[in-house]
């Protein structure tokens, strides 16, 4: 009775390693060695909170992590999805003042500035825009940008804080298409 005992703990003692190995080189069980496994992209994008202007009101935060499309609907190459850190907030502050101070934080953060040419990805041009180096990843840029006026109180702003990065490619990736 006791080496029944002994052998399902050691069954499910080996069930739950392999689980743990599947999960770290596989990033989700789901999809091929990359995407971001040990969360330092992940790390990364969340510094940029510390680039949140102070006296911002109204925040709403969203954080998307990488995940495996297989390009199994459409004409695409499989990969890893972009992974998204994004704050949106309200603030009392000049247009000039909030983009100085991201600015500064981000600098100091190791980002550095770059043209900030609307390139279609979001609704608005952004007033700003940085990059980063970060291992494990493909492309790398944070931004600030000002949403249009809404139905604020007069003087207030409300401005988009993201910051995102796309893995970087796999290899030979599997795919629904032969």
């Known amino acids: 009775m006791?080496?029944?005992a002994l052998f399902g703990a050691l069954l499910?003692?080996?069930f739950v390693v392999a689980?743990?190995?599947l999960y770290f080189n596989?990033?989700?069980v789901t999809g091929p060695h990359g995407g971001d496994p040990h969360f330092a992209i992940a790390n990364e994008l969340a510094q940029v909170d510390k680039a949140?202007?102070?006296n911002s009101t109204g925040l709403h935060s969203?954080?998307?992590p990488t995940q495996w499309d297989q390009a199994c609907s459409s004409s695409d190459r499989p990969g890893w999805s972009m992974e998204l850190n994004w704050l949106l907030f309200n603030t009392m502050s000049s247009d000039t003042a909030i983009v100085n101070f991201v600015s500064k934080k981000l600098l100091t953060m190791g980002w550095k500035p770059t043209n900030s040419y609307f390139d279609g990805m979001w609704q608005y041009p952004p007033a700003a825009k940085w990059t980063k180096i970060i291992p494990g990843a493909a492309k790398v840029v944070a931004f600030v940008m000002k949403e249009p006026e809404t139905t604020l109180p007069p003087g207030q702003s409300t401005w988009e804080l993201a910051a995102e990065a796309f893995p970087e490619p796999v290899?030979?990736?599997p795919s629904c298409h032969p």
Do not use: D, E
């Open 62 to 64: 969203n954080w998307v």
């Open 2 to 4: 006791r080496h029944r």
């Open 19 to 21: 689980l743990v190995i």
């Open 26 to 28: 596989w990033g989700v």
């Open 12 to 14: 499910a003692f080996i």
């Open 171 to 173: 290899v030979n990736a």
């Open 52 to 54: 949140l202007p102070p």
